[in-house]
């Protein structure tokens, strides 16, 4: 059973910069994982902002940005706005076969 | 403008079925890829099945393997999921997603599993 591991909740302050991290059970995320990330407010769908490890779709602002860091993937935002907080995803491929999500960051801007 | 919208969910019993559909419209359906993904109430997001463009390749998560089905009709634009034996813990909004990168979302379609 593979995991997709994210931290639960992360707090920051407006203006601030805040990085969530992505790492998988098998070990090193790479860009072979093809790393996604997806922000979701109550009651929406998921928005789509991060692909392949560090594209940006035509929507993404551009204070979002998607990289690998320390073996994990990492998605950070640089001054952070209030209407970022949400809930944030990310989702990693396994061999083309299956893709796993994370469990998700609660981002709380405060 | 790119559209896809989600039918077919509602209440059902356990080890029943159903069938979802995806419409889509505002891009040519043929050639993209397509997945499904669900979210149980309160919950995070699942991965559930994926559907490349024309259609002969598949792949499902270990939850729903055996179970569930996806298929496309790419003359009618459309995308489906049939759920066979659900359960309680296939309890869930199903919302399908375009593309290898889910650039694009429907609002999604609420399954409910329960007797």
């Known amino acids: 059973q593979t995991v997709v591991t994210q931290e639960p909740s992360l707090t920051v302050s407006p203006g601030g910069t805040v990085t969530l991290t992505c790492a998988s059970s098998t070990g090193a995320v790479t860009s072979g994982y093809y790393p996604n990330w997806f922000q979701q407010k109550p009651g929406q769908a998921p928005r789509a902002l991060i692909y392949?490890?560090?594209n940006k779709h035509s929507w993404t602002p551009a204070r979002f940005s998607g990289s690998l860091l320390g073996g994990k993937a990492a998605l950070t935002l640089s001054g952070v706005q209030p209407e970022d907080e949400a809930e944030y995803y990310c989702?990693?491929?396994?061999?083309?076969?299956?893709?796993?999500f994370g469990g998700g960051t609660k981002l709380t801007v405060l | 403008e790119v559209q896809l919208v989600e039918s077919g969910g509602g209440l059902v019993q356990p080890g029943g079925s159903l069938r979802l559909s995806c419409a889509a419209s505002g891009f040519t359906f043929s050639s993209y890829e397509m997945n499904w993904v669900r979210q149980a109430p309160g919950k995070g997001l699942e991965w559930v099945s994926y559907i490349s463009s024309s259609g002969s390749t598949i792949y499902y998560a270990d939850s729903v393997k055996g179970r569930f089905t996806i298929s496309r009709d790419n003359a009618k634009n459309s995308l489906y999921l049939q759920m066979n034996s659900l359960r309680a813990e296939d309890t869930a909004v199903y919302y399908c997603?375009?593309?290898?990168?889910?650039?694009?979302w429907g609002q999604g379609t609420l399954v409910t599993v329960s007797s």
């Open positions: 997603a375009r593309g290898y990168n889910y650039g694009y």
């Open positions: 392949s490890t560090s």
């Open positions: 989702l990693l491929y396994y061999g083309g076969v299956q893709r796993v």
